[in-house]
């Protein structure tokens, strides 16, 4: 019982973090102590987040407490030190379920720190000692600690394994040679150790080879990756600043065509104004001539009017006669269509290079291997198999998706699906859920009666436009091959091509994104190929089904 207390005693001057007797003892404001050494580095490594906290009961401080030794728990410690105590165990030295317990210790064993092939007994520090301090034992062969020890021995004579078995590969005792192993090819366990020692040390070079030549690649590709970044941040930077400056000049010109209408504007409406007054002053004066030719009709008295007539008369000629002619005006609408003719010819020259500088961009080459050559054999392809489903919400409203959305079924009546602006509108056709870069291969099962059109697509293919413009493998963003019975066609950009082909119910789609290969092959014991496309795409590609007439379809095989 007093050994007990004793024990706990001593376990109350243990260090926390240390699992020591403390050493320079310092207590922190929630009242644990730790050694100063132990608490500093706890704290350090807590610096960055400019908060301490007790390692026990976790309270925080804030700022961080200045420390000074704790003098009376200083005493105490050396007081116990003095009487010759040392701190008790602390339970991770004690052995749990995975460890390899001490052989010697009684009661509660602690942790093996090493196992000895001659005695084939494991030990702690304490009773390994003696390993160490007595000559009898420096021929014995001290390992890490080991729960297989018992595999040393022969089961047969119960001796220790020291010789090998080529013959069988398998360790044996000095006695086997003599039974079991009779005229067998036995080395000592030391000799084939050492030979395959060397042998696994030619392994490891040649493996710490291929460590470094692909560190050494890693480095390359991270120096590929700085530059691939430092590229596209320039380029973007400065496609900004060439775009800012087209917006600038656009800007500019609409800036100075608006003055020139309003300068125009300005001087047309001035000469019409003045126009317009010179032509009010010849009214008024047209108007006063009335009046006195008036005033000279109503004069009774004969010999005044003749009298006055000549002088009236000689003032009732009209001095203008107008030279406005009424025609269809038109004043500015000139300028808006020239603008407008402008601005055609801009998008014109912005379609057709924008597709250049679009294959520019994916065409950006990087240090990468050679790809791969395509597979010859259907073993080859399925390496690059993957798991392909159709998008209920691009299916065209005549098709029902079956199969957990892997095949699509031509019906006579519409089905019923909620509206969705990626649903396909006009083309009885559905794109897979899947984004397809790199390498891909699946296959598609079609009903032999009735066209069915294995596709890949981009996603942005139009959804309600033209049949051109949203039917597969008839416009620039998708390519198909059509199949009906034993016939084949290629389409893209609605030019087909006509091949011939075993006939098969089942097509596999090889896709290399990265090369441009586009390959389909009539599936059977065999695998044909029917027609490779080579080009470059510009986007990720999904797969598509194209099908026609009621009852005919289309499933995605499971490859895996």
């Given at each position: 019982?007093?050994?007990?207390?004793?024990?706990?005693?001593?376990?109350?001057?243990?260090?926390?973090?240390?699992?020591?007797?403390?050493?320079?003892?310092?207590?922190?404001?929630?009242?644990?102590?730790?050694?100063?050494?132990?608490?500093?580095?706890?704290?350090?490594?807590?610096?960055?987040?400019?908060?301490?906290?007790?390692?026990?009961?976790?309270?925080?401080?804030?700022?961080?407490p200045?420390?000074?030794?704790?003098?009376?728990?200083?005493?105490?410690?050396?007081?116990?030190k003095?009487?010759?105590?040392?701190?008790?165990?602390?339970?991770?030295?004690?052995?749990?379920?995975?460890?390899?317990?001490?052989?010697?210790?009684?009661?509660?064993?602690?942790?093996?720190?090493?196992?000895?092939?001659?005695?084939?007994?494991s030990?702690?520090?304490?009773?390994?000692q003696?390993?160490?301090?007595?000559?009898?034992?420096?021929?014995?062969?001290?390992?890490?600690?080991?729960?297989?020890?018992?595999?040393?021995?022969?089961?047969?004579?119960?001796?220790?394994?020291?010789?090998?078995?080529?013959?069988?590969?398998?360790?044996?005792?000095?006695?086997?040679?003599?039974?079991?192993?009779?005229?067998?090819?036995?080395?000592?366990?030391?000799?084939?150790?050492a030979?395959?020692?060397?042998?696994?040390?030619?392994?490891?070079?040649?493996?710490?080879?291929?460590?470094?030549?692909?560190?050494?690649?890693?480095?390359?590709?991270?120096?590929?990756?700085?530059?691939?970044?430092?590229?596209?941040d320039?380029?973007?930077?400065?496609?900004?600043?060439?775009?800012?400056?087209?917006?600038?000049?656009?800007?500019?010109?609409?800036?100075?065509?608006?003055?020139?209408?309003?300068?125009?504007?300005?001087?047309?409406?001035?000469r019409?104004?003045?126009?317009?007054?010179?032509?009010?002053?010849?009214?008024?004066?047209?108007?006063?001539?009335?009046?006195?030719?008036?005033?000279?009709?109503?004069?009774?008295?004969?010999?005044?009017?003749?009298?006055?007539?000549?002088?009236?008369?000689?003032?009732?000629?009209s001095?203008?006669?107008?030279?406005?002619?009424?025609?269809?005006?038109?004043?500015?609408?000139?300028?808006?269509?020239?603008?407008?003719?402008?601005?055609?010819?801009?998008?014109?020259?912005?379609?057709?290079?924008?597709?250049?500088?679009?294959?520019?961009?994916?065409?950006?080459?990087?240090?990468?291997?050679?790809?791969?050559?395509?597979?010859?054999?259907?073993?080859?392809?399925?390496?690059?198999?993957?798991?392909i489903?159709?998008?209920?919400?691009?299916?065209?409203?005549?098709?029902?998706?079956?199969?957990?959305?892997?095949?699509?079924?031509?019906?006579?009546?519409?089905?019923?699906?909620?509206?969705?602006?990626?649903?396909?509108?006009?083309?009885?056709q559905?794109?897979?859920?899947?984004?397809?870069?790199?390498?891909?291969?699946?296959?598609?099962?079609?009903?032999?009666?009735?066209?069915v059109?294995?596709?890949?697509?981009?996603?942005?293919?139009?959804?309600?436009?033209e049949?051109?413009?949203?039917?597969?493998?008839?416009?620039?963003?998708?390519?198909?091959?059509?199949?009906?019975?034993?016939?084949?066609?290629?389409?893209?950009?609605?030019?087909?091509?006509s091949?011939?082909?075993?006939?098969?119910?089942?097509?596999?789609?090889?896709?290399?994104?990265?090369?441009?290969?586009?390959?389909?092959?009539?599936?059977?014991?065999?695998?044909?190929?029917?027609?490779?496309?080579?080009?470059?795409?510009?986007?990720?590609?999904?797969?598509?089904?194209?099908?026609?007439?009621?009852?005919?379809?289309?499933?995605?095989?499971?490859?895996?």
């Open positions: 019982m007093a050994q007990q207390e004793s024990q706990l005693d001593r376990t109350k001057f243990c260090c926390s973090i240390c699992l020591d007797l403390l050493k320079d003892p310092v207590t922190i404001p929630c009242g644990h102590s730790y050694c100063m050494s132990c608490i500093t580095n706890f704290w350090d490594e807590e610096d960055q987040r400019r908060i301490h906290s007790c390692p026990q009961c976790r309270e925080s401080f804030k700022p961080r200045v420390l000074k030794k704790n003098t009376m728990l200083a005493a105490l410690v050396e007081q116990l003095k009487t010759g105590l040392q701190a008790a165990p602390a339970d991770h030295c004690y052995a749990g379920p995975e460890d390899v317990a001490c052989d010697f210790c009684s009661g509660r064993k602690l942790k093996a720190i090493k196992s000895c092939l001659f005695c084939l007994a030990y702690c520090e304490k009773h390994l003696p390993h160490y301090d007595s000559a009898a034992f420096q021929k014995h062969k001290l390992v890490e600690p080991s729960k297989n020890l018992q595999e040393n021995i022969c089961s047969r004579h119960d001796e220790v394994m020291k010789m090998f078995c080529r013959t069988d590969q398998k360790c044996i005792c000095y006695l086997c040679p003599v039974d079991e192993h009779k005229g067998h090819n036995t080395v000592s366990a030391a000799a084939e150790r030979e395959r020692q060397r042998e696994l040390e030619v392994r490891r070079q040649t493996i710490q080879q291929g460590i470094q030549d692909r560190e050494k690649d890693v480095k390359l590709l991270q120096q590929e990756v700085e530059a691939i970044n430092h590229s596209a320039k380029t973007v930077e400065d496609n900004e600043k060439i775009f800012s400056q087209l917006i600038r000049l656009i800007q500019k010109r609409s800036s100075d065509m608006k003055q020139q209408i309003r300068s125009q504007q300005e001087t047309e409406v001035s019409v104004k003045e126009l317009q007054e010179k032509l009010e002053q010849e009214i008024t004066e047209l108007k006063r001539r009335d009046a006195e030719l008036k005033q000279l009709s109503h004069t009774e008295d004969h010999n005044q009017f003749l009298h006055n007539y000549p002088s009236v008369s000689a003032l009732s000629e001095p203008h006669s107008s030279s406005i002619k009424t025609k269809p005006l038109r004043y500015f609408e000139g300028v808006t269509a020239a603008v407008k003719e402008l601005r055609d010819k801009l998008e014109d020259i912005l379609r057709d290079e924008w597709t250049n500088i679009s294959l520019t961009v994916s065409e950006v080459d990087v240090l990468l291997p050679q790809p791969e050559p395509e597979p010859k054999s259907r073993s080859g392809f399925l390496k690059y198999s993957c798991e489903t159709l998008d209920p919400n691009t299916v065209n409203i005549q098709l029902l998706l079956s199969e957990e959305n892997r095949k699509v079924t031509v019906m006579d009546q519409p089905q019923f699906y909620s509206d969705h602006p990626d649903r396909f509108i006009v083309s009885q559905v794109l897979s859920r899947e984004s397809l870069t790199g390498r891909h291969y699946w296959e598609v099962e079609r009903s032999w009666v009735g066209v059109c294995v596709a890949v697509s981009y996603k942005d293919i139009s959804r309600a436009g049949l051109n413009e949203s039917s597969f493998g008839l416009n620039d963003k998708s390519w198909a091959l059509s199949c009906y019975r034993g016939r084949f066609d290629v389409w893209h950009n609605n030019i087909s091509t091949i011939s082909g075993s006939a098969s119910s089942r097509v596999g789609v090889y896709l290399d994104h990265r090369a441009g290969v586009l390959s389909f092959y009539s599936v059977s014991e065999t695998m044909t190929l029917l027609h490779r496309i080579q080009t470059t795409f510009t986007q990720p590609l999904h797969a598509g089904v194209r099908i026609y007439w009621p009852g005919v379809s289309a499933e995605i095989c499971k490859l895996k």
